[in-house]
């Protein structure tokens, strides 16, 4: 008890509890930003692929056995070129019959090789007028005898036996005249055969359709081929086909001519959309469109990978800021927003970036103030940046 009291009666009245000092409020300085609403084009990127303008299936018209093949994979081919060769000696030879066909129908009418099938007219061929001058005769030896008849020197039988001869005569005639008509027919028929012979002939050579480089060879010499089989596969690479979708949220805002910012490996071009699809792809509600890409000097190859950027609004304002303010950590995107001369941290929601600059979806207004530099951000109280550097080093050398 003693104890005690001698320990109270050292303690003084006036002595108090001291309280901790507040911790110093931070100094923030830095170049400050002003929000606005910046032109900011509205676009959605796509990945497609390079395909070729046009591809060739070639192939061969006629049947029979490949002897000469002129080209090979890769090999670059102007149109008219010749790919392969078939055999053609048996086509030669049906040309050489063809030719004798015909010429056996115009020598049955009297054509010489020089006479046209038009000039012949039918009335003057050698059948019908030998037919002619039968019929004549017999019209004559109707009437001789129809007066010696009325004279009463022959008798009727010998009258009626003349007149069923002229009328044998008159049907001759016609029918010389219809076998006429027929042969003329038959030689336009021998004409058809042998440009067809001449045209097989002519098919022993594939040539190449049109301009491209050879994507597929599916034959050899010495390969025996029948008609409509495919021989070669070309492509014509001097402009090629990107190709890719956008969603079905974007369909209605494509249209031809729109810009497209492609990327091709190291490569950027400016393209545009030149065809559409008229529907959407129903299992993946996407539309398919294609932008054509000049390729003059083969430097991309189809088959390659691109992406392309579809600016949508060219004229678009949005909320952005350098990306230099926009400090990104642990997934959260935020900025030092100033506000009555304290800075404090805003979280944001960012949309499309630009190489300098990115868009702020959520989280800034136009009119608001932000440190320029988002690493040099801490709660605190901001100075401006011209603030004596005397002063500054005082000020913390007295926290």
């Given amino acids: 008890m003693l104890s005690v009291l001698v320990a109270l009666a050292g303690c003084s009245p006036s002595d108090k509890p001291v309280a ?33 303008d046009e591809v060739a299936v070639v192939s061969a018209r006629v049947p029979g056995r490949i002897v000469e ?96 001869a002229e009328r044998v005569a008159d049907a001759q005639y016609s029918s010389a005249i219809n076998g006429v008509r027929e042969k003329i027919a038959l030689i336009d028929v021998q004409t058809a055969q ?27 010499v010495g390969t025996y081929i029948q008609a409509g089989q495919p ?20 369909a209605q805002q494509i249209a031809v001519g729109l810009p497209v910012k492609l990327r091709v490996d190291d490569t950027q071009l400016d393209v545009e959309i030149t065809r559409i699809s008229p529907t959407l792809d129903y299992a993946s509600r996407s539309l398919v469109f294609e932008a054509e890409v000049p ?49 404090a941290e805003a979280v944001v929601e960012i949309g499309r970036e630009q190489p300098d600059q990115i868009e702020i979806v959520q989280g800034l207004s136009a009119g608001d103030t932000i440190l320029l530099d988002g690493s040099k951000g801490r709660p605190g109280k901001y100075i401006e940046a011209s603030t004596d550097v005397a002063s500054e080093s005082k000020l913390n050398h007295e926290l």
């Fill in 69 to 164: 093949v002129n080209c090979d994979l890769g090999d670059e081919l102007q149109q008219g070129d010749n790919i392969l060769r078939i055999e053609d000696s048996e086509y030669q030879l049906r040309v050489i019959q063809a030719e004798a066909q015909l010429a056996q129908a115009r020598a049955s009418v009297g054509l010489r090789a020089q006479d046209s099938v038009a000039s012949l007219d039918p009335l003057k061929a050698p059948p019908v007028r030998e037919a002619r001058a039968i019929w004549d005769e017999a019209k004559q030896s109707v009437s001789r005898l129809n007066t010696l008849f009325k004279q009463g020197t022959v008798v009727a039988n010998d009258y009626e036996l003349a007149q069923s």
């Fill in 295 to 343: 390729n003059p000097e083969s430097q991309l190859r189809s088959g390659l990978f691109a992406t392309g950027q579809l600016i949508l609004d060219d004229a678009a304002m949005a909320i952005a800021i350098p990306k230099s303010a926009l400090v990104r950590f642990a997934g959260v995107d935020k900025v030092w927003k100033v506000i009555d001369g304290k800075v």
């Fill in 20 to 52: 901790p000092a507040s911790a110093p409020e931070s100094r923030v300085s830095g170049e400050l930003y002003a929000v606005q609403a910046v032109k900011l084009p509205t676009a959605t990127t796509v990945q497609g692929t390079l395909y070729p």
């Fill in 231 to 250: 021989v070669v596969e070309i492509a014509r690479t001097e402009v090629l086909r990107y190709r890719a979708s956008v969603p079905e949220r974007y």
């Fill in 194 to 220: 042998l440009d067809l012979a001449k045209q097989q002939l002519a098919d022993t050579q594939v040539d190449a359709p049109m301009h491209g480089q050879v994507q597929r060879r599916m034959v050899a």
